[in-house]
């Protein structure tokens, strides 16, 4: 298997731009949860999903941070519009149900807001 | 507020010796704590867990000790090796939900 997919690697946009970041999760996971990580804060939790439906998205700092699920092989984490606060590495991560304690994380998409 | 917290960002040492990364916590609800390894430029990785009801749990060279009582655990690495350098995060679950709480992480860096 390939393991967790994110694409972009690396981002760098304007304030104001809109930003889409791209997982795409282990075949057969059933979870799938997004990351943000900075030096401050460490890993935040901001959403997770169970069967493409969202189950807690607590952790999503503001409006302006949305995601979907549209099917099980795909997900997205979108800002906008993004300001330069956002930038942080975002990861992707995905686990079996009954393995939750084990997450397997993707590479992280490294954004940056100017 | 943090609910995970990782005190100190860094830490060196020799390798063959023995390398202590510390954790707290402060929500009693916690049930489940994992330490994760991380490489730059690559996702976190599962490295050694344990369960709220043991208070050891050990691994080949790696040993997580847990204390309730103080809110605290610590991952131990014996002997240290080059290749262990990497960012440790400390997580823990609560037993509310599957949400996972992480620290800030501690930069290991072992001195050949």
């Known amino acids: 298997d390939a393991g967790v997919i994110q694409s972009p690697r690396h981002e760098v946009t304007e304030m104001g731009q809109e930003v889409t970041l791209r997982c795409k999760p282990i075949?057969?996971?059933?979870?799938l949860f997004w990351y943000r990580q900075t030096m401050m804060r460490g890993l935040e939790l901001l959403i997770y999903?169970?069967?493409?439906?969202?189950?807690?998205d607590s952790g999503m700092p503001e409006d302006r941070f949305s995601a979907k699920m549209p099917n099980a092989s795909f997900s997205t984490l979108k800002i906008q519009p993004s300001e330069p606060r956002d930038s942080a590495v975002y990861f992707c991560?995905?686990?079996?149900?009954?393995?939750?304690?084990?997450?397997?994380f993707g590479p992280g998409t490294r954004l940056l807001v100017l | 507020d943090q609910q995970v917290k990782q005190n100190s960002p860094s830490l060196s040492v020799q390798e063959g010796r023995i390398s202590i990364l510390n954790c707290d916590y402060t929500?009693?609800?916690?049930?489940?704590f994992l330490w994760y390894k991380k490489y730059p430029a690559e996702g976190p990785t599962f490295l050694i867990s344990?369960?709220?009801?043991?208070d050891k749990n050990e691994d080949g060279r790696f040993t997580v000790f847990l204390n309730k009582s103080a809110k605290h655990l610590s991952l131990h690495i014996v002997p240290s090796q080059p290749g262990d350098s990497a960012v440790y995060f400390c997580?823990?679950?609560?037993?509310?939900?599957?949400?996972?709480?992480f620290g800030t992480g501690t930069s290991l860096t072992v001195i050949p």
């Open positions: 344990i369960s709220s009801i043991k």
């Open positions: 075949s057969g996971h059933d979870y």
């Open positions: 929500n009693s609800m916690f049930d489940y």
């Open positions: 997580a823990a679950r609560s037993n509310t939900g599957n949400q996972f709480y």
């Open positions: 999903f169970n069967n493409n439906v969202p189950i807690d």
């Open positions: 991560a995905s686990s079996l149900a009954r393995l939750l304690e084990t997450q397997y």
